[in-house]
């Protein structure tokens, strides 16, 4: 798979506010997304949810960007990126081992 540069992992857990709408941001380590799509996908409460995703350029960085909806409830999501070679079809999902988490927190307001 092009798409993979090296095995390296790490687990990561990002933290948003409650009601923001700026895109969050992945970076898969060992990963060039050149000539790959991605799909976000979180998961709580047995709900899985397909975020609008997008590969940052330049691609060869990993980087995965992906809308916030305004409708998550303040929690701990378990969250994975498929990433798929174009010319393949191959499937590789970041994190390998065990899930990345988006933690949704209140905000002030």
């Known amino acids: 798979m092009d798409c993979l540069v090296s095995t390296a992992e790490q687990a990561d857990t990002l933290v948003v506010k409650q009601h923001d709408t700026h895109d969050a941001r ?3 380590p060992g990963f060039n997304l050149t000539g790959c799509t991605v799909r976000v996908m979180i998961k709580r409460d047995d709900v ?3 975020l609008d995703s997008t590969i940052v350029e330049p691609a060869t960085a990993g980087i995965v ?3 916030l909806p305004t409708d998550l409830r ?3 999501y378990l969250l994975e990126i498929e990433v798929t070679e174009t010319a393949s079809q191959e499937i590789t999902t970041a ?3 065990g899930y990345a988490t988006l933690e949704v927190v209140a905000d002030l307001g």
């Open 26 to 28: 992945w970076r898969i």
């Open 48 to 50: 899985v949810t397909v």
């Open 65 to 67: 960007e992906h809308d």
């Open 74 to 76: 303040i929690g701990s």
């Open 95 to 97: 994190p390998s081992g």
